[in-house]
């Protein structure tokens, strides 16, 4: 699945913050470590791969994809991921917490 310059993708869900569920994805190997040791959280599979950002950054051709994170604040865990800046400042302003570009994606 992974190709050079990309990242596999690890998705977890979780229903104990019932009756919410929640999904979380990520391509860093080190983060998907990690929550598979969190039993809240059930390991489903490498999903796809994407674009690994470069300390943040994505090469020509490429847009960031954005994390933010709502801090619990819903009674659960929700991520949302975004490409749209504007998106992401209007979340910011609502309380979200950027989580920071995570990968790239074509333009």
């Known amino acids: 699945?992974?190709?050079a310059?990309?990242?596999?993708?690890c998705r977890f869900f979780t229903?104990?913050?019932a009756p919410k569920s929640s999904h979380f994805y990520t391509p860093?190997?080190?983060?998907?470590?990690?929550?598979k040791t969190n039993p809240v959280w059930q390991y489903e599979d490498l999903v796809f791969s994407i674009t690994a950002a470069?300390?943040?950054?994505?090469?020509?051709?490429?847009?960031?994809?954005?994390?933010?994170?709502?801090?619990?604040k819903s009674g659960?865990?929700?991520h949302r991921y975004t490409v749209s800046t504007s998106i992401h400042?209007?979340?910011l302003a609502q309380g979200w917490v950027s989580e920071g570009v995570i990968a790239c994606v074509p333009m």
């Not at 860093?28 to 929550?35: D, I, P, R, T, Y």
């Not at 943040?56 to 709502?70: D, E, Q």
């Open 1 to 3: 699945m992974n190709t």
């Open 5 to 9: 310059g990309s990242s596999n993708v």
């Open 15 to 17: 229903e104990a913050f």
């Open 28 to 35: 860093s190997a080190a983060e998907c470590a990690g929550v």
């Open 54 to 72: 470069s300390a943040g950054t994505c090469s020509f051709g490429m847009t960031p994809l954005y994390r933010l994170y709502n801090d619990g």
């Open 76 to 78: 659960a865990p929700n």
């Open 89 to 91: 400042a209007a979340m």
